[in-house]
């Protein structure tokens, strides 16, 4: 049976990514609907009308944009995080909803190094910085991301530590990591990397308790979300702490405090990426949205359901 894609991506991948994304649905005798960087969620409202399938990134879909979509079947995150979609919404529609996981991952961990190295070499200003070998990192989560940079972490010559709710103490030790069996227990530790997903749980749940427990040199790594940490608690430190660092992979809203609380030490003790950058790489692209792709024709051809996401 002929199926409509619409392939929507406010952030839109690379264009080698899409051709390969077309290549998988054109064979499958698909026909693929772009709407790219678009501006406004009234754009994404007229085009999801027609639809029998869904490609997104970060894209809201809510309650709004499924009322609209009154052919849809299933919506695939390209990715990993998908805070963005209304399970609930999706349930209620019969619509199926899944994501990519670990596609993007090894591109996230490589910006984790790249920030890192930024910082640690003071944003090349010319002055002493310091090396990464034999400093320890820990990881709340250990998902493919966290993974992904512990794997590097270890070429580094780094310690790691993980604490993940989900995963057994027994095997975070197998995989080369130390367990840690509280959130507390990690901001012991130099360099904290956040890979939670984004849930009424983990909301602002970086604060200033945990972070005025990071010894000198204290940094934070958000690859994860925003909004896991708390914002105004963040601030506090970096006004308090000129030794803390907070290295993030998108911006607040409101830069501008942050800006004045490092002064001239930007690119040291803060980063911000201007958009999310994490999984922007060809390669990433190419995994997470071919993935995607196949996901949909799995679904409709073979009524594969592996990657279904749960309310
Ligand atoms: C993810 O959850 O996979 C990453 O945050 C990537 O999000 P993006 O597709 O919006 O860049």
Redo the contacts with the bound molecule.
């Keep these: 049976k002929a199926r409509t894609v619409l392939l929507a991506t406010e952030?839109a991948f690379a264009a080698a990514a899409v051709t390969k994304i077309e290549e998988v649905l054109k064979a499958a005798n698909y026909t693929m609907k772009k709407l790219e960087n678009y501006k406004s969620k009234d754009d994404l409202l007229a085009a999801v009308g027609d639809a029998d399938a869904m490609i997104i990134?970060?894209d809201i879909v809510d309650q709004a944009v499924l009322d609209k979509a009154s052919k849809m079947k299933i919506v695939v995150?390209?990715?990993?995080?998908?805070d963005n979609i209304d399970l609930k919404a999706c349930e209620g529609k019969g619509i199926t909803a899944m994501?990519t996981p670990g596609q993007?991952a090894n591109a996230?961990a490589e910006l984790v190094f790249g920030m890192m190295i930024v910082s640690a070499r003071n944003n090349f200003d010319g002055t002493s910085g310091f090396e990464l070998v034999n400093r320890e990192i820990a990881f709340y989560g250990f998902g493919a991301v966290a993974r992904a940079v512990h794997k590097l972490a270890q070429g580094f010559g780094m310690k790691s530590f993980a604490y993940d709710p989900y995963i057994p103490a027994d095997k975070i030790k197998e995989m080369g990591a130390e367990p840690v069996s509280t959130v507390a227990g990690l901001f012991e530790h130099q360099y904290v990397s956040l890979h939670v997903p984004l849930t009424d749980e983990t909301k602002a749940s970086i604060n200033k308790d945990l972070l005025g427990k990071m010894p000198k040199g204290g940094t934070l790594i958000n690859?994860a979300?925003l909004e896991v940490v708390h914002e105004a608690d963040m601030l506090e430190i970096l006004k308090t702490r000129p030794d803390f660092c907070y290295l993030c992979d998108v911006a607040p809203k409101d830069i501008e405090p942050f800006k004045a609380a490092v002064g001239d030490k930007y690119g040291k003790r803060l980063i911000f990426t201007k958009k999310?950058?994490?999984?922007?790489t060809a390669e990433a692209n190419d995994n997470?949205g071919v993935a995607a792709a196949n996901q949909i024709v799995g679904f409709f051809e073979k009524g594969e359901t592996r990657f279904s996401l749960k309310a």
């Design positions: 952030k990134r970060s995150r390209a990715g990993a995080g998908y994501n993007n996230v690859t979300r999310k950058m994490g999984a922007q997470a």
